[in-house]
């Protein structure tokens, strides 16, 4: 599948989270950034999606300044979302990971804003709260709402194959460089990359059964962008 056809899902996709988002309780608003930290992980094709938003000034500026906090610390995950669900099914130790807000900001915020709102990834998109984070240190979110996120996670995962997934700096970073977004675009092969993870497939959805009922119509609304064409 074409790389404009899989962005066209990506952002459908999107749109159907935003959609059920919007109608849930939460306190969210503009500047507040509690969750807009430096930990924020993403797919190669998120990650291509925010590249199409620069221009080509942006993008050489973006690179040198992401290159300058590449070795600060930050969440490198172990393992991506769908390898998550894997252990989780198969009743397996998942490993321990260290994440810490207090690491830093993320690198897109600006006067407490987005810089790139419209493309941001579906861990931000995720992150909502009924209750202000700052007071309790962690987001309060409907047990319903983590279902969901989990399912979308997992689709963008899956149609990412063979992309990768980390956190965002390295992967702007991986795709900043032409050699490598040049073999991100034409599906050839890459090397496995420093910090980053190869996507897996979704074997099973993370779906608790008091869910189910209420989940069916998200996923079938998910299956309807078109991203059935992944699955064959
Ligand atoms: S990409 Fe945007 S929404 Fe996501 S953490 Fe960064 S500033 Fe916040």
Redesign the pocket.
Known sequence: MNIEKKLRILNQLYKIHDNIIKNQENICKKHC?T???CN?TMTTLEGFNIINFFNEINKKEIRFKLKSLSDFKKYRPKITTNGFADLCVSKKKVPDEENNPKWGR?F??QNNV?S??PV?PIG?RSMISKTICSINDYADMDPFIITVNYIFLQFVEHMDIPGQYGN?TDILLFLLKTDQLLSYTNHSSFNPTKHLLYNRPMKMLLIPPNHKNRATPIIRSIQNSGIEDFFV
Do not use: A, D, E, H
């Open positions: 950034s969750c807009c930290t924020v993320c897109f915020l987005c790139i709102y941001r931000c965002l």
